[in-house]
């Protein structure tokens, strides 16, 4: 749909607040070191869903939605108080003060979006844009729900990266959702894990930071369905790595079609790659974190091919090794008394990487198996989970399919560099690039 003739306009804005004032004892929340060192950023998400068919009137039912929404995010926030709060330097003031919720009125149908996607207008149904400063001082969750003309629904959601990772996210959105739809399968939230694990420290100094290339990014969407991702894995098994994970694959081939976008953008010369994958700490522990933490609780590990090396396989065993590393050495650094000097080298070491222009880095996040899917409110699972626009080039970005067997890549690289990556064949074999929506049509 074109962005002259898509038109969201706010009907109104309201705080939502607590369904019951938080205690006395709980007014404070104090910040973990990884939550303080976190890039000043909102996540986003918007779950898509469609009307309900056998509504006799589309705009009650759509209404009627919305405040379910609104009264079952009060009772959330009960249990997760600290969204409602403000940041203040190294704590979050527990203050109720709560969540901007933003209903806003779509001038065409869901399926008008949905049948052929336009990555660039996302954001539009997002509350907030990405990278506001107000990630790091001012309101730590909105909320912003997109009303179509035939009663479907867009839930746009941004959180503060200063307090969360997709897990802590999924979770929240997961418990609101039981809550709105009735269910006793909520979740009771595990705030202060990560300050425990790795309290605040000062950070008056100058800290490393990691810079992006200053250039106009482009974003595409590739989805690998079950049957192409099986294929891929068993191309980049090796005596090895015998069983690469699908994320290993799809990964690995990415960041081999990234290779030659660069390679070809530059008249043939290979740059020294390096891929960053984050890594959720939670299970990694020993002993593993409770699954209910909530908190910037992620690290990360890099990989090189110095050589130019763009072998599926050899990438393939470099991930497995990375991961290795990362589980064996890295990890128990953390848990000793070396954590916070591991952490502030592993920054000035990325820092670096960063800003060197001889390289090409690259940055590769899951968000698969955090049941994004089973956001259920009481009118059924999503359609679609998505994310928004790219602001930053060189980030590989992985979520599930809504069959859970898939994978949905959204690939965000500098626009030269896109116009070969779209066309590289080798990623055409395996992945659909921008595909309609799956059952988007339905009732909408």
Aim: proline fraction near 6%.
């Amino acid at each position: 749909m074109d962005t002259a003739e898509l038109r969201v306009e706010t009907v109104r804005t309201e705080a939502i607040k607590p369904s019951s004032p938080t205690p006395l004892h709980l007014k404070n929340l104090k910040l973990s070191l990884l939550d303080q060192m976190t890039p000043v950023a909102y996540i986003p998400l918007i779950f898509w869903y469609p009307a309900d068919g056998a509504a006799a009137d589309h705009v009650l039912e759509a209404q009627e939605r919305s405040r379910r929404l609104k009264e079952s995010l009060s009772q959330t926030l009960t249990r997760f108080y600290p969204f409602a709060g403000r940041i203040s330097n190294s704590l979050i003031e527990c203050n109720d003060q709560g969540v901007d919720c933003i209903e806003a009125r779509v001038n065409c149908l869901l399926q008008d979006v949905l049948k052929q996607p336009d990555v660039e207008l996302l954001s539009k149904f997002l509350p907030i844009e990405i990278q506001s400063s107000e990630a790091a001082t001012g309101r730590i969750l909105l909320v912003k729900i997109n009303l179509f003309e035939c009663g479907g629904m867009a839930i746009g959601v941004s959180i503060s990266h200063k307090i969360a990772d997709l897990c802590s996210f999924g979770m929240f959105i997961n418990s609101w959702a039981a809550t709105c739809r009735g269910s006793s399968e909520v979740v009771f939230p595990e705030f202060g894990c990560a300050a425990s694990f790795l309290p605040p420290t000062d950070l008056s100094f100058t800290m490393p930071s990691m810079e992006f290339k200053h250039q106009k990014a482009a974003l595409r969407r590739l989805v690998f369905d079950a049957s192409k991702i099986s294929m891929l894995k068993a191309r980049t098994a090796s005596p090895t790595v015998p069983q690469p994970t699908r994320i290993q694959a799809v990964a690995a081939l990415i960041w081999k079609c990234a290779i030659a976008a660069s390679t070809l953008n530059i008249g043939g010369f290979t740059k020294p790659s390096v891929l960053r994958q984050v890594v959720n700490l939670r299970n990694r522990m020993k002993p593993p974190l409770p699954k209910n933490s909530i908190g910037y609780l992620v690290s990360y590990f890099t990989v090189e091919t110095p050589n130019g090396e763009t072998e599926l396989q050899g990438l393939v065993k470099r991930l497995r090794d990375g991961i290795r590393e990362f589980s064996e050495n890295y990890v128990k650094k953390l848990q000793g008394s070396e954590a916070i000097s591991t952490i502030f080298e592993a920054a000035k070491e990325l820092g670096n990487l960063s800003k060197r222009d001889d390289l090409d880095l690259y940055h590769c996040i899951s968000w698969c198996r955090f049941d994004l899917y089973e956001a259920d409110f009481g009118w059924g699972k999503p359609v679609w989970v998505s994310v928004a626009s790219a602001v930053v080039p060189n980030i590989f970005l992985l979520m599930d399919t809504g069959d859970g067997e898939g994978i949905e890549a959204w690939v965000s690289l500098s626009e030269p560099e896109m116009a070969f990556f779209e066309r590289n064949e080798e990623l055409l074999a395996f992945a659909s690039v921008d595909p309609s929506i799956s059952g988007s049509v339905i009732h909408c």
